[in-house]
Nanobody, 129 residues
Framework: QVQLVESGGGSVQTGGSLRLSCAAS????????MGWFRQAPGKEREGVAR????????YYADSVKGRFTISQDNAKNTVYLQMNSLKPDDTAMYYC??????????????????????WGKGTQVTVSS
């Protein structure tokens, strides 16, 4: 059974940085698409970034391009989200999600939360002005 545990959230001021971590366990497949999503109060859950654990291709929402970086440590089964130049609009609960994919496939098509069967419980990020 796949389990995902997020950590690293917190409160920062505008312009600050945080690094989120997502530790995965129970993986039995060779490749996964791992994504970070976020949900602010009263808003729908939205995709932030995704990474293919096999070939490392990454994808970002337009709102975070140039500010956020998704990366992985396969030896630790851990995915990171480095968040720089944070804005109040980035305030949300951040969730890690995962799904099995073929090694030769791409994560680009998996943009919606419904595409991911495995989820962590989330970590809160609050950015104050």
């Amino acid at each position: 059974q796949v389990q995902l545990v997020e950590s690293g959230g917190g409160s920062v001021q505008t312009g600050g940085s945080l690094r989120l971590s997502c530790a995965a366990s129970g993986y039995t497949y060779s490749s996964y698409c791992m994504g970070w999503f976020r949900q602010a109060p009263g808003k729908e859950r939205e995709g932030v970034a995704r990474i293919h654990t096999g070939h490392g291709s990454t994808y970002y929402a337009d709102s975070v391009k140039g500010r956020f970086t998704i990366s992985q440590d396969n030896a630790k089964n851990t995915v990171y989200l480095q968040m720089n130049s944070l804005k109040p609009d980035d305030t949300a609960m951040y969730y890690c999600a995962s799904r099995e994919v073929y090694a030769t496939s791409w994560c680009d098509e998996y943009r919606e939360p419904a595409s991911f069967p495995y989820w962590g419980k989330g970590t809160q990020v609050t950015v104050s002005s």
